[in-house]
Protein backbone atom coordinates (compact mmCIF):
# COMPACT_ATOMS: atom_id res chain seq x y z
CA UNK A 1 0.00 0.00 0.00
CA UNK A 2 1.47 3.69 -0.80
CA UNK A 3 1.96 5.84 2.16
CA UNK A 4 -0.47 8.35 0.96
CA UNK A 5 -3.18 7.74 -0.63
CA UNK A 6 -4.50 9.87 -3.73
CA UNK A 7 -7.23 11.08 -5.56
CA UNK A 8 -5.98 11.16 -9.55
CA UNK A 9 -8.78 11.53 -12.31
CA UNK A 10 -8.09 9.58 -15.57
CA UNK A 11 -9.56 11.56 -18.55
CA UNK A 12 -9.61 9.20 -21.42
CA UNK A 13 -10.46 5.41 -20.75
CA UNK A 14 -9.08 3.94 -24.20
CA UNK A 15 -5.91 1.21 -23.73
CA UNK A 16 -3.46 3.58 -22.24
CA UNK A 17 -6.04 5.46 -19.73
CA UNK A 18 -7.28 2.48 -18.59
CA UNK A 19 -4.27 0.44 -17.84
CA UNK A 20 -3.79 3.92 -16.32
CA UNK A 21 -6.16 3.49 -13.72
CA UNK A 22 -6.12 -0.06 -13.05
CA UNK A 23 -2.35 0.27 -12.25
CA UNK A 24 -3.21 3.58 -10.11
CA UNK A 25 -6.14 1.08 -8.07
CA UNK A 26 -3.68 -2.00 -7.35
CA UNK A 27 -1.31 0.29 -6.01
CA UNK A 28 -4.57 1.57 -3.34
CA UNK A 29 -5.12 5.00 -5.26
CA UNK A 30 -8.77 6.13 -5.43
CA UNK A 31 -9.18 6.76 -9.12
CA UNK A 32 -12.34 9.01 -11.36
CA UNK A 33 -12.54 7.64 -14.45
CA UNK A 34 -14.05 10.02 -17.50
CA UNK A 35 -14.46 9.89 -20.91
CA UNK A 36 -17.39 10.15 -23.64
CA UNK A 37 -17.41 6.79 -24.85
CA UNK A 38 -20.60 4.63 -23.47
CA UNK A 39 -18.74 1.64 -24.51
CA UNK A 40 -15.21 2.71 -22.53
CA UNK A 41 -17.28 4.00 -20.10
CA UNK A 42 -18.69 0.48 -19.23
CA UNK A 43 -15.75 -1.38 -19.70
CA UNK A 44 -14.23 0.61 -17.00
CA UNK A 45 -16.81 0.66 -14.70
CA UNK A 46 -15.87 -3.31 -14.13
CA UNK A 47 -12.33 -1.95 -12.77
CA UNK A 48 -12.92 1.55 -11.51
CA UNK A 49 -15.39 2.29 -8.72
CA UNK A 50 -16.10 6.15 -10.04
CA UNK A 51 -16.38 6.28 -13.55
CA UNK A 52 -18.29 9.32 -15.67
CA UNK A 53 -19.80 9.48 -18.84
CA UNK A 54 -19.06 13.02 -19.82
CA UNK A 55 -16.94 15.86 -21.77
CA UNK A 56 -13.99 16.82 -20.35
CA UNK A 57 -13.72 19.49 -23.08
CA UNK A 58 -16.46 21.61 -20.80
CA UNK A 59 -14.90 23.30 -18.03
CA UNK A 60 -18.35 23.31 -16.06
CA UNK A 61 -18.36 19.89 -16.63
CA UNK A 62 -15.61 19.03 -14.73
CA UNK A 63 -15.94 21.52 -12.03
CA UNK A 64 -19.15 19.78 -11.01
CA UNK A 65 -17.58 16.37 -10.96
CA UNK A 66 -15.20 17.87 -8.06
CA UNK A 67 -11.99 17.27 -10.45
CA UNK A 68 -10.41 20.63 -8.74
CA UNK A 69 -10.41 18.56 -5.73
CA UNK A 70 -8.20 15.90 -6.74
CA UNK A 71 -4.43 15.30 -6.32
CA UNK A 72 -3.70 14.55 -10.06
CA UNK A 73 -5.43 14.11 -13.46
CA UNK A 74 -4.19 12.13 -16.34
CA UNK A 75 -5.21 13.25 -19.88
CA UNK A 76 -5.07 10.35 -22.20
CA UNK A 77 -7.30 11.38 -25.32
CA UNK A 78 -6.71 10.17 -28.71
CA UNK A 79 -9.07 11.79 -30.74
CA UNK A 80 -6.33 14.72 -31.65
CA UNK A 81 -4.48 17.57 -30.35
CA UNK A 82 -6.60 20.19 -30.03
CA UNK A 83 -9.20 18.07 -28.17
CA UNK A 84 -5.95 17.17 -25.61
CA UNK A 85 -4.65 21.00 -25.07
CA UNK A 86 -8.28 21.92 -24.35
CA UNK A 87 -8.63 19.69 -21.66
CA UNK A 88 -5.49 20.60 -20.06
CA UNK A 89 -6.28 24.32 -20.45
CA UNK A 90 -9.60 23.19 -18.51
CA UNK A 91 -8.01 21.11 -15.75
CA UNK A 92 -5.13 24.18 -15.58
CA UNK A 93 -8.13 26.61 -14.72
CA UNK A 94 -9.52 24.59 -12.25
CA UNK A 95 -6.26 25.30 -10.43
CA UNK A 96 -6.43 22.43 -8.60
CA UNK A 97 -4.82 19.11 -9.53
CA UNK A 98 -1.28 17.95 -10.97
CA UNK A 99 -1.74 17.26 -14.60
CA UNK A 100 -0.11 14.21 -16.45
CA UNK A 101 -0.68 14.30 -20.21
CA UNK A 102 -0.23 11.59 -22.85
CA UNK A 103 0.87 13.16 -25.70
CA UNK A 104 0.64 11.38 -29.39
CA UNK A 105 3.70 12.88 -30.46
CA UNK A 106 6.98 15.27 -30.16
CA UNK A 107 5.29 18.77 -31.50
CA UNK A 108 2.62 17.94 -28.94
CA UNK A 109 4.57 16.98 -26.09
CA UNK A 110 6.84 20.04 -26.77
CA UNK A 111 3.38 22.51 -26.61
CA UNK A 112 2.58 20.81 -23.56
CA UNK A 113 6.03 21.36 -21.88
CA UNK A 114 5.31 24.87 -22.93
CA UNK A 115 2.05 25.06 -20.69
CA UNK A 116 4.03 24.16 -18.14
CA UNK A 117 2.08 20.40 -17.58
CA UNK A 118 3.83 18.78 -14.45
CA UNK A 119 4.71 15.86 -17.28
CA UNK A 120 4.30 15.17 -20.75
CA UNK A 121 5.14 11.88 -22.16
CA UNK A 122 4.93 9.88 -25.60
CA UNK A 123 4.51 6.11 -24.24
CA UNK A 124 5.65 5.17 -27.67
CA UNK A 125 9.03 6.94 -27.57
CA UNK A 126 10.07 6.00 -24.28
CA UNK A 127 8.78 2.37 -24.79
CA UNK A 128 11.12 2.80 -27.61
CA UNK A 129 14.27 4.34 -26.36
CA UNK A 130 13.93 1.80 -22.86
CA UNK A 131 13.93 -1.04 -25.36
CA UNK A 132 16.64 -0.23 -27.18
CA UNK A 133 18.97 0.85 -24.01
CA UNK A 134 17.97 -2.93 -22.46
CA UNK A 135 18.93 -4.95 -25.78
CA UNK A 136 22.52 -3.15 -25.89
CA UNK A 137 22.85 -3.66 -22.19
CA UNK A 138 21.73 -6.67 -20.52
CA UNK A 139 20.13 -6.37 -16.96
CA UNK A 140 18.71 -3.14 -18.07
CA UNK A 141 15.45 -2.56 -15.60
CA UNK A 142 14.89 1.26 -16.09
CA UNK A 143 15.92 4.75 -17.40
CA UNK A 144 15.17 8.13 -16.54
CA UNK A 145 16.01 10.55 -18.97
CA UNK A 146 14.85 13.73 -17.29
CA UNK A 147 17.57 13.51 -15.03
CA UNK A 148 20.42 13.03 -17.91
CA UNK A 149 19.98 9.36 -18.75
CA UNK A 150 20.31 7.76 -15.04
CA UNK A 151 19.94 3.85 -15.78
CA UNK A 152 19.09 1.04 -13.42
CA UNK A 153 20.69 -1.98 -13.97
CA UNK A 154 20.94 -5.67 -12.46
CA UNK A 155 24.47 -7.04 -12.70
CA UNK A 156 25.58 -10.91 -11.95
CA UNK A 157 28.72 -10.51 -9.85
CA UNK A 158 31.85 -13.02 -11.43
CA UNK A 159 34.93 -11.62 -12.17
CA UNK A 160 34.43 -9.69 -8.55
CA UNK A 161 34.21 -12.62 -7.00
CA UNK A 162 36.04 -11.59 -3.72
CA UNK A 163 36.35 -7.82 -3.77
CA UNK A 164 34.68 -5.52 -1.38
CA UNK A 165 32.97 -2.24 -2.43
CA UNK A 166 35.17 0.08 -1.04
CA UNK A 167 38.35 -1.65 -3.71
CA UNK A 168 36.16 -1.66 -7.03
CA UNK A 169 35.76 2.17 -5.85
CA UNK A 170 32.22 2.51 -8.55
CA UNK A 171 31.47 5.61 -8.36
CA UNK A 172 35.09 7.17 -9.01
CA UNK A 173 35.68 4.87 -11.42
CA UNK A 174 32.51 4.76 -13.68
CA UNK A 175 29.96 7.06 -11.72
CA UNK A 176 27.90 4.68 -10.61
CA UNK A 177 26.22 3.80 -6.96
CA UNK A 178 25.44 0.15 -5.70
CA UNK A 179 22.03 0.69 -4.49
CA UNK A 180 21.59 -3.03 -3.47
CA UNK A 181 23.13 -6.18 -3.13
CA UNK A 182 20.91 -9.66 -3.39
CA UNK A 183 23.73 -12.31 -1.98
CA UNK A 184 24.10 -15.54 -3.94
CA UNK A 185 20.95 -18.10 -2.56
CA UNK A 186 19.13 -15.18 -0.48
CA UNK A 187 15.87 -14.05 -1.68
CA UNK A 188 16.05 -10.68 -0.72
CA UNK A 189 18.03 -7.88 -1.65
CA UNK A 190 20.11 -5.45 1.17
CA UNK A 191 19.71 -2.31 0.31
CA UNK A 192 22.60 0.29 0.85
CA UNK A 193 25.45 -2.03 1.24
CA UNK A 194 28.21 -1.24 3.71
CA UNK A 195 31.15 0.11 1.61
CA UNK A 196 33.40 -2.89 3.32
CA UNK A 197 30.90 -5.76 2.18
CA UNK A 198 32.48 -8.84 -0.28
CA UNK A 199 30.97 -9.74 -3.15
CA UNK A 200 30.32 -13.77 -4.21
CA UNK A 201 30.29 -15.13 -7.33
CA UNK A 202 26.41 -15.17 -8.04
CA UNK A 203 25.47 -12.18 -5.84
CA UNK A 204 23.08 -9.68 -7.88
CA UNK A 205 23.76 -5.85 -7.81
CA UNK A 206 21.38 -3.15 -8.37
CA UNK A 207 23.49 -0.20 -9.48
CA UNK A 208 22.33 3.41 -11.02
CA UNK A 209 23.95 5.63 -13.00
CA UNK A 210 24.64 7.58 -16.40
CA UNK A 211 23.38 4.96 -19.16
CA UNK A 212 26.63 5.58 -20.88
CA UNK A 213 28.79 4.41 -17.88
CA UNK A 214 27.31 1.37 -17.80
CA UNK A 215 28.67 -0.13 -21.28
CA UNK A 216 32.16 -0.57 -19.83
CA UNK A 217 30.89 -2.48 -16.12
CA UNK A 218 32.14 -6.22 -16.50
CA UNK A 219 31.31 -7.77 -13.02
Known amino acids: ?12 LGKFGLRMATTLVSLGHTVVGIDMSETRVQ ?25 QDLNWVVISVGQGVEQSLSITLNVQELRGPKILV ?27 VMAAHQLTCPGMLDLIPKYGGIAIRELRVNQWDGKTLVELNLMQRFGVMVMGIRPVGEPSFVFVPPARTVLHKGDTLVV ?12
Open 102 to 128: KASNEEHRKILQRLRVDRALVPEMEAA
Open 1 to 12: MPEKKLEIGVIG
Open 208 to 219: AGRADNMVDLDP
Open 43 to 67: LAEEALDTVYKADATNISVLRSLHV
